[in-house]
């Protein structure tokens, strides 16, 4: 997919489509990180903190609810 580096007010940017803020739900205000990797340019998105644990947290619990006869059998 092509965009084009516009000037937005005093500034320059790219507009990202519709339908790829939609497939990755993102709305105006969301914190993207730019990585530099050679010449390519990759956004990924910014996790709050909080955010990230609670979401770590899920799969952790997700994990020891799925293997808790196995955790138990190796604490013996």
Same mark, same amino acid.
């Given at each position: ?6 000037k ?5 940017? +790219?507009?990202?489509?519709? $339908?790829?803020l *939609? &497939?990755?739900n993102l709305? /105006? ?7 530099e ?8 998105? +910014?996790?709050?903190?909080? $955010?990230?644990? *609670? &979401?770590?947290?899920n799969? /952790?619990?997700?994990?020891m609810?799925?293997?808790e ?8």
């Amino acid at each position: 997919m092509n965009v084009t580096v516009r000037k937005i007010g005093n500034s320059e940017g +790219v507009i990202l489509p519709k $339908e790829v803020l *939609e &497939r990755q739900n993102l709305r /105006a205000g969301d914190k993207l990180v730019l990585i530099e990797e050679g010449n390519e340019l990759r956004l990924r998105r +910014v996790e709050d903190d909080a $955010e990230e644990f *609670e &979401r770590k947290m899920n799969i /952790a619990r997700e994990r020891m609810k799925k293997y808790e006869v196995a955790y138990r059998a190796l604490a013996k």
